[in-house]
């Protein structure tokens, strides 16, 4: 993977992706570090304490970097500012490298979508700064999360918000985006996230990060003209 570093619609933002490649220089971490607990502990849905710890932040943000497919998207502006962000990578390296969480949300997809882990592109984070957010910013990163999904070869993105969130409802679907409804593993509703007891065990109706239920969203890139994928509605 080759970072970019472009102009946006709007010339005030730049674009740039980092990867396992590229590397990200440690002033860098700290500001996309700070703009996650900024954005997150202002959310109106309630984000559990240790998901805003900054070493749990940097980790997660490691994690990223050090996978084939992973990628911290930016959109940046005036002296390197951090306006928004984006944190993806594929399902097989997410699987590979110890996030057995997502094991049962990725078998839902499977089956709904006939899809195979390296075909899947799957949304860590957003986050967009509040002074920034309806004038382009949220959009510039799905369009890049795109852009990178298709350079690793992936068929379909995945993105995931709450019910709540209205506004980041509104632009998945702008972007051609699906709802997976009814998603379910061994028999049980995937509305929420779902945690491994220490025995192994799954257990639904939790989450590291989040109290209540997530929504996901789908876009099929292979799709002609985007029309809906039949197997998605069910």
């Known amino acids: 993977m080759v970072a970019f570093l472009s102009r946006t619609a709007n010339s005030d933002f730049v674009e740039k992706r980092y990867s396992k490649t590229t590397g990200m220089e440690n002033e860098k971490r700290e500001i996309i570090t700070e703009l996650y607990r900024d954005v997150f502990s202002a959310h109106p849905w309630k984000y559990k304490p240790e998901a805003l710890d900054t070493k749990d932040i940097r980790g997660e943000l490691d994690f990223i970097l050090r996978l084939r497919s992973g990628a911290v998207l930016t959109v940046e502006g005036e002296g390197d500012a951090v306006l928004g962000v984006r944190m993806v990578s594929d399902m097989r390296d997410v699987i590979e490298h110890s996030k057995p969480e997502l094991i049962p949300l990725f078998v839902a997809l499977s089956q709904r ?118 197997s998605a509605l069910r």
């Not at 949220?138 to 993105?157: C, F, M, N, P, Q």
């Not at 993105?159 to 709540?164: A, E, F, I, L, S």
């Not at 379910?184 to 639904?204: C, L, M, R, T, W």
């Open 113 to 230: 979508l006939d899809a195979k882990p390296h075909d899947v592109s799957y949304t860590h984070i957003l986050g967009v700064r509040e002074d920034h957010r309806n004038n382009g910013v949220g959009s510039t990163l799905i369009d890049k999360h795109i852009e990178h999904a298709r350079d690793i070869g992936a068929r379909y993105v995945l993105g995931w918000t709450v019910p709540k969130n209205e506004s980041m409802i509104k632009l998945y679907k702008k972007h051609g985006y699906i709802q997976l409804e009814n998603l379910e593993y061994d028999g049980k509703p995937i509305d929420y996230g779902i945690e491994f007891s220490n025995d192994g065990k799954q257990v639904f109706g939790k989450d590291t990060h989040i109290d209540g239920k997530v929504i996901y969203f789908v876009k099929d890139l292979q799709a002609e003209h985007n029309m809906p994928i039949k």
